[in-house]
């Protein structure tokens, strides 16, 4: 039998479209394309993929133009994993559209926003913007006539989710099963986390840098950066300003895709699986870094953490973010009128369905698709500031 076109060139455990365990809801092939294209392109057609462009990545997007958003973030992240998925035979365009889907339900201000948002929601269910994220595809979407969401493919949805509570993976059925088994997910789903983490941990340099938050000299107490920065700057001594730190930032990028690559082709070769089954079942995931590398992405990872994220700066906008969310939470949640008339039906139908934390839950899907901009915009019309 010969092989399907859309899985010809792919290693076997990979997630192969002729082996897709399907959509929720059934609908004729795509034709030219393949199902997973089908799934990136129906996400980078997706309004909650447009909203990105004004939301936090570390700072908010009225602080300058060339800050990361979470648009930028997910193309970077989609950039990345793509390379690696075509060098180890995976699938490229389902790895890219897990990379571009994984921030979809990320509330506005970042990390500051889910926060503040789960403290709103804490006797509701709470809020986590990856089940969020899952949300979006499976249910918030309204672009087809036949189903809510997207009706994206199994496979794309198990990357999406890439963790879970035991209380919330028992409410999500087939999706949710390996938080419940203790199983992995395929290795495109593994491989979009870790692009997520190599982009966020050095494009966060570029952004702390250009902020003015951190210095050249402080970033030389990680290893990762000085040894690529010392390289640079004796390889080009005349080379100043910017353009030592894009040189410096791209070859990280460089060091720790190839060892990204080089230990998950160790790790596959190990484990010889024949089929993603294999993968699922595996007790630990197969890709992964280095010993080596990872201690240094550790280490740069806690130096953000620290002179970055829970800089003096930051903390005032977080803090500021907390605030807006949470007073537009309680405005909702007293006075749903407040809401567009669409989002109104939804908490008036969702109440009625689950009492209460129905219409919180109403609030929460409307205030995490907001943007940074549109969230201080009603803010201010509820406040009448």
Same mark, same amino acid.
């Given at each position: 039998?010969?092989?399907?076109?859309?899985?010809?060139?792919?290693?076997?455990?990979?997630?192969?479209?002729?082996?897709?365990?399907?959509?929720?809801?059934?609908?004729?092939?795509?034709?030219?394309? *393949?199902?997973?294209?089908?799934?990136?392109?129906?996400?980078?057609?997706?309004?909650?993929?447009?909203?990105?462009?004004?939301?936090?990545?570390?700072?908010?997007?009225?602080?300058?133009?060339?800050?990361?958003?979470?648009?930028?973030?997910?193309?970077?992240?989609?950039?990345?994993?793509?390379?690696?998925?075509?060098?180890?035979?995976?699938?490229?365009?389902?790895?890219?559209?897990?990379?571009?889907?994984?921030?979809?339900?990320?509330?506005?201000?970042?990390?500051?926003?889910?926060?503040?948002?789960?403290?709103?929601?804490?006797?509701?269910?709470?809020?986590?913007?990856?089940?969020?994220?899952?949300?979006? =595809?499976?249910?918030? $979407? $309204?672009?087809?006539?036949?189903?809510?969401?997207?009706?994206?493919?199994? $496979?794309?949805?198990?990357?999406?989710?890439?963790?879970?509570?035991?209380?919330?993976?028992?409410?999500?059925?087939?999706?949710?099963?390996?938080?419940?088994?203790?199983?992995?997910?395929?290795?495109?789903?593994?491989?979009?986390?870790?692009?997520?983490?190599?982009? %966020?941990?050095?494009?966060?340099?570029?952004?702390?840098?250009?902020?003015?938050?951190?210095?050249?000299?402080?970033?030389?107490?990680?290893?990762?950066?000085?040894?690529?920065?010392?390289?640079?700057?004796?390889? %080009?001594?005349?080379?100043?300003?910017?353009?030592?730190?894009? $040189?410096?930032?791209?070859?990280?990028?460089?060091?720790?895709?190839?060892?990204?690559?080089?230990?998950?082709?160790?790790?596959?070769?190990?484990?010889?699986?024949?089929?993603?089954?294999?993968?699922?079942?595996?007790?630990?995931?197969?890709?992964?870094?280095?010993?080596?590398?990872?201690?240094?992405?550790?280490?740069?990872?806690?130096?953000?953490?620290?002179?970055? %994220?829970?800089?003096?700066?930051? =903390?005032?906008?977080?803090?500021?973010?907390?605030?807006?969310?949470?007073?537009?939470?309680?405005?909702?949640?007293?006075?749903?009128?407040?809401?567009?008339?669409?989002?109104?039906? =939804?908490?008036?139908?969702?109440?009625?369905?689950?009492?209460?934390?129905?219409?919180?839950?109403? =609030?929460?899907? %409307?205030?995490? *698709?907001?943007?940074?901009?549109?969230?201080?915009?009603?803010?201010?019309?509820?406040?009448?500031?």
């Amino acid at each position: 039998m010969s092989t399907p076109s859309h899985d010809r060139g792919l290693a076997p455990w990979a997630a192969l479209e002729s082996g897709s365990r399907g959509r929720r809801f059934p609908e004729p092939a795509a034709g030219y394309r *393949g199902e997973f294209q089908r799934d990136r392109d129906r996400i980078i057609h997706s309004n909650a993929f447009r909203r990105l462009v004004y939301k936090t990545q570390v700072f908010v997007n009225h602080e300058g133009d060339l800050f990361r958003t979470r648009l930028t973030h997910s193309l970077e992240v989609a950039q990345i994993g793509r390379t690696v998925a075509r060098v180890l035979q995976l699938s490229e365009p389902l790895t890219e559209a897990i990379c571009l889907a994984h921030d979809l339900g990320h509330t506005p201000f970042g990390h500051a926003g889910q926060d503040a948002l789960n403290a709103c929601m804490r006797s509701f269910g709470g809020f986590e913007h990856n089940l969020q994220s899952l949300r979006v =595809v499976d249910e918030l $979407e $309204e672009r087809y006539a036949s189903f809510n969401g997207l009706n994206l493919c199994f $496979e794309t949805r198990e990357g999406i989710l890439k963790h879970c509570s035991v209380a919330n993976a028992r409410k999500l059925g087939e999706v949710g099963r390996r938080f419940l088994d203790r199983g992995q997910p395929g290795l495109e789903a593994q491989l979009a986390n870790l692009a997520d983490a190599i982009a %966020y941990n050095n494009h966060d340099v570029d952004d702390g840098l250009r902020a003015g938050l951190i210095k050249v000299e402080e970033l030389l107490e990680v290893a990762l950066f000085r040894r690529h920065h010392e390289a640079v700057t004796a390889a %080009y001594p005349g080379v100043q300003g910017r353009r030592v730190i894009h $040189e410096t930032i791209r070859r990280m990028i460089h060091e720790v895709v190839t060892d990204l690559i080089d230990e998950t082709t160790r790790r596959i070769a190990e484990a010889r699986p024949t089929t993603i089954d294999d993968v699922r079942a595996y007790p630990r995931p197969m890709v992964g870094f280095s010993p080596e590398r990872s201690e240094e992405h550790q280490e740069l990872k806690r130096f953000l953490r620290h002179r970055v %994220y829970e800089h003096e700066h930051v =903390v005032g906008m977080r803090a500021g973010a907390v605030r807006t969310l949470q007073e537009l939470f309680e405005a909702f949640m007293r006075d749903p009128g407040l809401m567009p008339e669409a989002h109104q039906d =939804v908490a008036r139908s969702m109440e009625a369905a689950r009492g209460e934390g129905g219409r919180a839950r109403a =609030v929460a899907d %409307y205030i995490a *698709g907001m943007t940074d901009r549109y969230a201080f915009l009603e803010h201010a019309r509820i406040s009448g500031g």
